[in-house]
T-cell receptor, first 112, second 116 residues
């Protein structure tokens, strides 16, 4: 059974800091991995999707990497801003139409 | 174009009552997923539809939970005889299932269910 872990559960950093959010998964046979952002009381916004054959994806200040063999992904946020404060969720799927298996998320607070 | 929509956005019901939650996927998306997000449990998969059929119902927690999808579009999740532990945010997602697409799932805003 696939398990996804995100540690720590919460993180507080000062504005402007570069930071890395970690995600690990137990079964390396994944189809793709997605990083999501969730604001309080809101749904999920997809940030980046990495296919199993890819090593990284970039969007603006965000960069996500994938090391499938070791079961790890990282989300790098450059020059963090207070508006980045949210919960960041990592999710993997085993096949094209398979369900997503989520980690419990990391709640990020960026202090002005 | 329009994203995934869900209704109602909030639902408060008394224990023992039945509730229906609705999901309207993105037009043209043949795959539809229901998830549940509760405190302490994180986001859990409930059921997956491909068209009108449900090849994966493995996440439904009990026989009080059922879902259907008609016309390959709108889906309804029904919870019978609600219990307090059913209180959660129910999220719906849809995706394209075309070869060479990313099969990325797009999520709706969710329905917050509170059972009193």
């Amino acid at each position: 059974k696939q398990e996804v872990t995100q540690i720590p559960a919460a993180l507080s950093v000062p504005e402007g800091e570069n930071l890395v959010l970690n995600c690990s998964f137990t079964d390396s046979a994944i189809y793709n991995l997605q990083w999501f952002r969730q604001d309080p009381g809101k749904g999920l916004t997809s940030l980046l999707l990495i296919q199993s054959s890819q090593r990284e994806q970039t969007s603006g200040r965000l960069n996500a990497s994938l090391d499938k063999s070791s079961g790890r992904s990282t989300l790098y946020i450059a020059a963090s801003q207070p508006g980045d404060s949210a919960t960041y969720l990592c999710a993997v799927r085993a096949g094209a139409n398979s369900k997503l298996t989520f980690g419990k998320g990391i709640t990020l607070s960026v202090r002005p | 174009g329009a994203g995934v929509s869900q209704s109602p956005s909030n639902k408060v019901t008394e224990k023992g009552k039945d509730v229906e939650l609705r999901c309207d996927p993105i037009s043209g998306h043949t795959a539809l997923y229901w998830y549940r997000q509760s405190l302490g449990q994180g986001l859990e998969f409930l059921i997956y539809f491909q068209g009108n059929s449900a090849p994966d119902k493995s996440g439904l927690p009990s026989d009080r939970f059922s879902a259907e999808r008609t016309g390959g579009s709108v889906s309804t999740l029904t919870i019978q005889r609600t219990q307090q532990e059913d209180s959660a945010v129910y999220l719906c997602a849809s995706s394209l299932t075309l070869a060479l697409s990313s099969y990325e799932q797009y999520f709706g805003p969710g329905t917050r269910l509170t059972v009193t």
